[in-house]
């Protein structure tokens, strides 16, 4: 993979602005860690999601994927909470401070912030995560097993994740020299640092799946640039404990001719659609 194709994300968040709903409230998690509420409106019966954004994006991603998913849950009578990752949950920024190590810890400020919201069932969580996002939902799952009964993922990367980089240049270069910075043509020049690569090592999404409990689904475009690995990664689901499975569906869905953000600029082909549908579909199934 390239450190390219995670930044280009963060460009096409820029270029999109949507019209926000009522029952969407913007909130303070933690310092420095920000997120957008969104209620149904009508009767809620404490169905709620997290929803984690990718790499050097911004709480509604790109396109406005995550608003929108937002709103989709809304409609279908579930509440979410999105957040922008500290240091790098911004539009403007152009060095990113995060670490996998911070998202993990926003992931779970905003778990806690949650569970102060009245009206949120407990029992009936969910998160969902877009590229860099699924890991952090699922380790987050796996490290804390009764926070989310069901997960989804989108464009989710796989295995080691610290040998993710290991052909990318930029990271290679931030590894060696402390930082490195690049310019990503029509959007910014972006900075990233050792710290950032450095704070992936031990964690594997392979194996935290094996251990999270709950349902999980996982889409991804047959022309996404990361590894097609949803049948091995059924298969771990599969080989979880008996007592585990029956109330923990695990389904995947490749969406032909989709890229890694299901073409969300090209509405006409519908993958992103397609791909927000599907999600909606399965929270309100597996919550």
Known sequence: MTISNWFR???????????????ETFVEIAPEVRGAWVTPEGVWDGRTVLLFHGMA???DDAGGSLKLLAQGLAERGIASLRINFRGEGDQARTKIESTFIT?????????????????VATGRVG?????????????TGARHPGWF??????????????ALWANDETAQRALRDGEATQEIPGWKTLTTKREFYE???GFNFDEALAKYPGALLAVRGSADYLAHREDELMKILAARPASVLP???AEAVLI????????????????????????????????
């Not at 810890?105 to 102060?116: G, I, K, R, S, Y």
């Not at 998160?127 to 952090?136: D, K, R, Y």
């Open 9 to 23: 994300i963060g460009l096409l968040v820029v270029l999109t602005g949507l019209v926000g709903r009522a029952g």
């Open 57 to 59: 994006s911004d709480m």
């Open 103 to 119: 998202r993990l810890e926003d992931a779970a400020a905003a778990h806690a912030w949650l569970l102060q919201q009245a009206g």
């Open 127 to 139: 998160a969902f995560g877009f590229s860099l996002g699924a890991p952090t939902a699922v380790v």
């Open 149 to 162: 009964k069901s997960i989804a993922v989108w464009s989710a990367p796989s295995g080691d994740l610290f």
């Open 199 to 201: 704070s992936f090592r």
């Open 247 to 249: 109330g923990s569906p």
């Open 256 to 287: 032909g001719g989709a890229d890694h953000i299901f073409n969300v600029f090209q509405p006409e082909l519908g993958h992103a659609a397609r791909a927000r549908a599907l999600t909606v579909a399965w929270f309100e199934r597996t919550l």
